[in-house]
């Protein structure tokens, strides 16, 4: 079992920046990687990162690359997500997620344990 949970999420205007934190735990040697998505109440949970754990390959969605960079400390058990120049459109529930060797990084399919997600809102 995989045991993940967010922090980090808040209130900020736009142009300002956030950075999320997912900590694991529990059989965490199990995970390939570890991925970033997000969700509002009129739109299906998309991908915006992820990372694996082996290499430290990165992967971003072309909404947010540029803007958010994901990072990771094996030590910690711990991923993060730097979100910088932020946009209303950013505003969502963000949920980080486990994933193992099989599946394509881009779909929600793919990953077999998730957080219960923090809040993240871009107003003025």
């Known amino acids: 079992q995989v045991q993940l949970v967010e922090s980090g999420g808040g209130l900020v205007q736009p142009g300002g920046s956030l950075r999320l934190s997912c900590a694991a735990s529990?059989?965490?040697?199990?995970?390939?990687?570890v991925g970033w998505f997000r969700r509002t109440p009129e739109k299906e949970r998309e991908f915006v990162a992820a990372?694996?754990?082996?290499?430290?390959?990165?992967y971003y969605a072309t909404s947010v690359k540029g803007r958010f960079t994901i990072s990771g400390d094996n030590a910690k058990n711990t991923v993060y997500l730097q979100m910088n120049s932020l946009k209303p459109e950013d505003t969502a529930v963000y949920y980080c997620?486990?994933?193992?060797?099989?599946?394509?990084?881009?779909?929600?399919?793919?990953?077999?344990?998730w957080g219960q997600g923090t809040q993240v809102t871009v107003s003025s």
């Open positions: 990372m694996s754990r082996i290499g430290g390959t990165t």
């Open positions: 529990g059989r965490t040697f199990s995970s390939y990687a």
């Open positions: 997620a486990a994933k193992g060797i099989a599946g394509i990084f881009v779909a929600r399919s793919s990953y077999d344990h």
